[in-house]
């Protein structure tokens, strides 16, 4: 199996906390690869170590067989990784169109993928001279992740997509978050395992800041006791 | 939104603005219609040099959340660096050549961090080479610069002093001194000296941040041609010093007024660059400390100002578009102020001086809409609206925020720049220019909001009025209802006046009239 993205024996600090203390991954190509785990267990942490926002201290990143540990987070962003911050991060004071307009990363990247963007999320079209702010919650989350699809990405890292939202909207973004991952990689952090469990292929059960598990998925639905103990999830 | 929510939502904005109409109206109700013409041109010049300086600093603010306490020691050296372009050209045409050439070895920054973080130096060689090359460098640049030769004022001599010189430029008697020649050391060896200084240095200091600094992902054309530029251009300059001088020399006031305008802007940008690429960057996460640092800056660039072009005041000649006292003067309109170029014009029975009142406020309204255009369509300006409420989420889209960073620092500095070369010719060069521009930009800003653009504006122009009606109502009195007292603000009423309606707006609007809540 060819893996896109390895995360080696990763150390993070955050200022004189010791956040991570040994997290390894494997994201397969093409595949949604879940991040699992309780509140506090470095699920964030180790997307923001992947992009370069907190660098690690110790250990490698390898995206796409290139090791991506130490460059600057705008560097790595422009290999080709989007990033869908938990708290959405939309620009409030910028209408959802500039929203979308400035994840470009070459003239023209919003023109081209924008029937793609709509097609997914219809109701951006609507809003689109609206301020980021106007948005509900949910049409936050949309835009947000519309906005990672806006430049070439070939993985997506998605935190606490369904964070807030009511069920029909998660609904709707995992529908969402599946087509797209015909298309790209997908690394998830979700708190809901029964959101994860419907959309990931893979998991990795982050505990205490050190990887704990990782395998199929499949294998994890079956595995009560793992679920139990680590994600308190029965 | 409908109109009942924008009224309901922004009521208390609404009746400070009504209040504040009211004032403005009272006071213009109490003078002649000639005065008050001439008060608010007056104010609006006054407000828009205040723009200036405040905009910069709320930019910077606002994106990069430094509290630029240096920002008007800028104001200052803008306009100092105006004069000299203006009326000593040969001087600013002998400073060329040293200082592309001194900044060429820092245009190499990439090449230097990717030496640094390959470990090509270790143990020992690692801690001391920093020192041992910056100081190295920095006797080759002295060396070199103590017998660089640069025509120059004498400020400690009354008849060669910027005081002296300007006089005589502004009465038409410009003569520039002959050129200074090589006399202790050979041209070949200082140009050598030059360059080998500046790559070493910014070689040595690179080497002081190595291990903090993130791998350089490629090192292409674009890392070498900023040096290839710096070094070409030094040395063209250094071959047509004679020519340049003479051009310059010969110009007329109007176009050299633009050229010193220019430089004064470049050199602003440029060295908003440098400060935030070299001082500021290190210091992001520890505010107190850039705070003491730009408080630092701010004494050390009043001190350098004083060294250079000593401590006495002086005026900035007027270009020639301004400054006609003959024949049709003052004008009766603007076609004749065009026609003779006169300094002053009859506007309402009452004279205006047409660079304070006329130009400044145009320039100043032309600054104001530019960077909102730039603010608002163009793609610079939808990163720095973005950058504002998240850095790390622009950063996380593939924008290199720090040089985003470094361009608005750049650009504020750049405006500060403008607004002390604008005010040259307006209200003359003095030490203490730049401080007092600072507290009323700062001023501005609080009544304004502290990062809103339209709010520098606002409380620009706010603190522009209130000055100049105060001023005027210190000449002409305001009579106190139903007694016999004509009342006289005195002038340390001016400033405090500022100060109180600043106390007012955020008692009542504790984010300013325009900010937002934080």
């Keep these: ?234 | 939104m409908n109109l009942s929510v924008f009224l309901r939502k922004n009521l208390m904005l609404l009746t400070v603005l009504a209040v504040l109409a009211a004032l403005f109206a009272a006071a213009a109700g109490g003078m002649e219609s000639s005065d008050f013409v001439i008060t608010l041109l007056r104010g609006l010049s006054v407000g828009s040099l205040t723009f200036l300086v405040a905009s910069g600093f709320s930019l910077i603010f606002g994106l990069l959340d430094v509290l630029n306490l240096a920002h008007g020691t800028l104001f200052m050296i803008g306009a100092y660096i105006g004069w000299t372009v203006y009326v000593r050209p040969d001087t600013f045409v002998d400073l060329l050549t040293p200082l592309f050439l001194i900044f060429s070895g820092f245009m190499l920054g990439d090449v230097w961090a990717v030496i640094g973080t390959r470990g090509l130096f270790a143990g020992g060689t690692k801690r001391v080479l920093p020192w041992a090359g910056s100081l190295v460098s920095a006797l080759i640049l002295v060396g070199v610069l103590r017998n660089y030769p640069v025509s120059i004022w004498n400020p400690e001599d009354y008849a060669q002093s910027p005081v002296s010189i300007s006089y005589l430029a502004g009465q038409g008697q410009s003569l520039l001194p002959p050129p200074a020649a090589f006399e202790s050391i050979s041209p070949l060896l200082a140009l050598a000296g030059l360059v080998l200084g500046s790559l070493l240095l910014a070689f040595s200091l690179s080497l002081f941040t190595a291990g903090r600094q993130m791998l350089v992902s490629r090192l292409g054309w674009r890392s070498f041609a900023g040096f290839g530029v710096f070094l070409l251009a030094g040395l063209l300059f250094f071959v047509f010093n004679d020519a340049l001088t003479n051009f310059l020399a010969a110009l007329n006031t109007n176009w050299l007024f633009l050229v010193a305008v220019t430089v004064a802007v470049g050199t602003g940008v440029g060295l908003g660059a440098l400060m935030e690429t070299t001082l500021i960057r290190p210091l992001y996460i520890r505010p107190i400390y850039q705070l003491m640092l730009t408080i630092g800056l701010s004494a050390i660039g009043i001190e350098m100002v004083r060294a250079v072009w000593g401590r006495p005041e002086f005026t900035m000649p007027r270009p020639a578009l301004f400054a006609g006292t003959g024949e049709g003067c003052p004008a009766a309109s603007l076609a004749d102020w065009w026609q003779y170029h006169c300094s002053t014009m009859i506007l309402l029975d009452g004279r205006i001086r047409v660079y304070n009142e006329i130009f400044v406020p145009i320039v100043g309204l032309v600054v104001l809409a530019g960077v909102w255009m730039l603010l608002q369509r163009t793609r610079l300006g939808m990163v720095i609206r973005a950058g504002v409420q998240d850095r790390e989420m622009v950063e996380a889209l593939g924008i290199n925020v720090r040089r985003v960073f470094t361009l608005v620092f750049a650009l504020g500095v750049g405006l500060a720049a403008l607004g002390g070369v604008l005010a040259a010719p307006s209200i003359g060069l003095s030490n203490m220019m730049g401080e007092s521009f600072l507290l009323n930009a700062l001023i501005a800003l609080a009544i304004g909001g502290l990062t809103s653009y339209p709010g520098a504006a606002l409380g620009s122009l706010l603190v522009g009025l209130l000055q100049q009606f105060i001023i005027k109502y210190g000449q002409i009195g305001i009579p106190i209802p139903f007694t016999d007292v004509i009342f006289k603000p005195t002038p340390p009423i001016v400033p405090a006046s500022t100060i109180l309606l600043m106390v007012v707006v955020l008692l009542i609007l504790p984010n300013g009239l325009l900010g937002k809540k934080e």
């Design chain 1, 1 to 234: 199996m060819t893996h896109l993205l390895e995360v080696q024996s990763i150390h993070t600090f955050i200022g004189q906390y010791h956040i991570l203390q040994g997290v390894d991954a494997r994201v397969p190509k093409g595949s949604i690869t879940a991040l699992l785990g309780r509140n506090g267990a470095g699920k964030t942490t180790t997307l923001k170590t992947i992009l370069g926002l907190t660098p690690p201290r110790q250990g490698k990143v390898v995206f796409d067989g290139r090791e991506i540990s130490g460059m600057r987070s705008f560097d790595i962003a422009a290999l080709g990784i989007g990033f869908v911050p938990e708290h959405r991060a939309i620009f409030r004071d910028l209408s959802v169109e500039e929203n979308l307009k400035i994840a470009e990363r070459k003239k023209g990247d919003y023109a081209r993928k924008q029937d793609f963007i709509f097609s997914l999320f219809p109701d951006l079209k609507r809003l689109i001279s609206l301020p980021g702010t106007h948005l509900s919650g949910g049409q936050q989350q949309m835009l947000a992740i519309a906005r990672a699809l806006v430049a070439d990405n070939r993985l997506l890292l998605i935190d606490e997509p369904s964070e807030g939202l009511a069920p029909v909207l998660i609904e709707q973004l995992m529908q969402a978050i599946r087509q797209l991952s015909a298309e790209t990689t997908v690394v998830l952090v979700e708190q809901n395992f029964l959101v994860a469990s419907q959309l990931a292929e893979h998991y990795v059960i982050i505990e205490e800041g050190r990887s704990v598990k990782q395998g199929k998925m499949q294998d994890l639905i079956q595995d009560k006791a793992t679920i139990h103990r680590y994600l308190g999830a029965a």
